[in-house]
C-alpha cells in the first residue's frame, strides 16, 4: 500500500512561484510513474506532469511546459512540482499520483494511476 500526501499549495498573484511537494510512504517500484494532476471545478482532472521514481524522464502537458518542473527526492521520499509563472489558468486543486507498478512510458491518464493523495488547492488571482 501506497500513501501519498501533498503539501505546498495556496493563494498567489499571477506570475509568482509555489512549489508543491508529495510525501510518499509504502512500496514504490523503481519505474513506478508519480504524476500530478488537477482539477478546477466543473472540469476534468487533467494530466500536468510525470517522473519515474528513478528519475531520468519527465513529462509535461503542454500548457505548463517551461513553466513547470517535476522532480522527485528519493532520500526524503518526496515528489516536488516547482510552479512558476503561474497563472489564473492554473487555478485548481492539484494531485499527486503513484503507479502500483513499473511502467516503460510516462501515463498521462488519471485511470493509469493506482493511487492517490487528497489533494492541494492553487489559487492564482490576476
Known amino acids: 500500500q501506497v500513501q501519498l500526501v501533498e503539501s505546498g499549495g495556496g493563494l498567489v498573484q499571477a506570475g509568482d512561484s509555489l512549489r508543491l511537494s508529495c510525501a510518499v510512504s509504502g512500496r514504490i517500484f523503481l519505474n513506478s510513474a508519480m504524476g500530478w494532476f488537477r482539477q478546477a471545478p466543473g472540469k476534468e482532472r487533467e494530466f500536468v506532469a510525470a517522473i519515474f521514481w528513478s528519475g531520468g524522464s519527465t513529462y509535461y502537458t503542454d500548457s505548463v511546459k517551461g513553466r513547470f518542473t517535476i522532480s522527485r527526492d528519493t532520500a526524503k521520499n518526496t515528489v516536488h512540482l516547482q510552479m512558476n509563472s503561474l497563472k489564473p489558468e492554473d487555478t485548481a486543486a492539484y494531485y499527486c499520483?503513484?503507479?502500483?507498478?513499473?511502467?516503460?512510458?510516462?501515463?498521462?491518464?488519471?485511470?493509469?494511476?493506482?493511487?492517490w493523495g487528497q489533494g492541494t488547492q492553487v489559487t492564482v488571482s490576476s
Open positions: 499520483a503513484a503507479t502500483g507498478s513499473p511502467w516503460r512510458r510516462l501515463p498521462v491518464v488519471p485511470e493509469d494511476y493506482d493511487y
